[in-house]
């Protein structure tokens, strides 16, 4: 049976042609003494993302990525999920953005339909942001990891840090956007970092 575990010196390839979450997963991979390359980096195409959910497309490029190189890969997929909206747009956020991606309009159309609903209030611009992780291996084998963060929305955008919707987005307890955080800061506290450091766990545990 292949094995999921990574030890200190492998290298992980993120399957994202994302430059945003390549360069968190390097810092957040950095502390395992985990090297990161992207599937971009090797040349590799972006899987269509056909799943119906956050864990069956972070699925879909896991395994492809590993099948392609032979390696241990992790997919990520990762969304915003707004409450008013009915979830939206969730796994098809990046799709919001169109091609080539422009997150300033994905920003405004989500601000658009808020307003149409009349979700001006705080309480009524509640939303999250969800991350699955897929670790995968070229046997097709997989382990999932999740992490959410709950906040509200903000308009107009606030801040140059981070990416995606993350100008408009106040976590709980916060009270600047994740696009004004420092980038530490919200690794410490963001969906992504509560997803991995459920993958790190699972790195450390004993197989």
């Given at each position: 049976?292949?094995?999921?575990?990574?030890t200190n010196?492998?290298?992980?390839?993120?399957?994202?042609?994302?430059?945003?979450?390549?360069r968190?997963f390097?810092?957040?991979c950095?502390?395992?003494?985990?090297?990161v390359?992207?599937?971009?980096?090797?040349?590799?195409?972006?899987?269509?993302e056909t799943?119906?959910?956050?864990?069956?497309?972070?699925?879909?490029?896991?395994v492809?990525?590993?099948?392609?190189?032979?390696?241990?890969?992790?997919?990520d997929d990762?969304?915003l999920?707004?409450?008013?909206?009915?979830?939206?747009p969730?796994i098809?956020s990046?799709?919001?953005a169109?091609e080539?991606?422009d997150f300033g309009?994905?920003m405004?159309r989500v601000e658009?339909?808020?307003?149409?609903?009349?979700a001006?209030?705080?309480?009524?611009?509640?939303?999250q942001?969800?991350?699955?992780?897929c670790?995968?291996?070229?046997?097709g084998?997989?382990?999932?990891?999740?992490g959410?963060?709950?906040?509200h929305l903000?308009?107009?955008?606030?801040?140059?840090?981070?990416f995606?919707?993350?100008?408009?987005?106040?976590?709980?307890?916060?009270d600047?956007t994740?696009?004004?955080?420092d980038?530490?800061?919200?690794?410490a506290?963001?969906?992504r970092?509560?997803?991995?450091a459920?993958?790190?766990?699972?790195?450390?545990?004993p197989?």
């Amino acid at each position: 049976m292949t094995s999921l575990k990574l030890t200190n010196g492998d290298c992980l390839v993120i399957a994202t042609h994302n430059k945003g979450k390549v360069r968190e997963f390097e810092d957040l991979c950095a502390p395992l003494g985990v090297s990161v390359v992207s599937s971009a980096a090797l040349g590799l195409p972006e899987p269509e993302e056909t799943g119906t959910t956050f864990a069956e497309n972070a699925r879909l490029k896991a395994v492809a990525t590993a099948v392609a190189t032979g390696k241990i890969a992790l997919g990520d997929d990762s969304g915003l999920a707004v409450d008013a909206l009915d979830g939206a747009p969730g796994i098809y956020s990046a799709r919001w953005a169109g091609e080539p991606r422009d997150f300033g309009a994905a920003m405004r159309r989500v601000e658009a339909e808020l307003a149409a609903r009349g979700a001006t209030a705080p309480e009524a611009r509640r939303a999250q942001f969800v991350c699955v992780l897929c670790l995968a291996n070229p046997a097709g084998e997989v382990q999932f990891f999740e992490g959410t963060v709950a906040g509200h929305l903000v308009w107009p955008p606030r801040g140059t840090n981070g990416f995606g919707f993350d100008p408009m987005f106040v976590a709980d307890g916060r009270d600047i956007t994740f696009g004004e955080m420092d980038p530490a800061a919200k690794h410490a506290i963001s969906h992504r970092a509560n997803a991995f450091a459920a993958f790190k766990a699972a790195l450390a545990s004993p197989r």
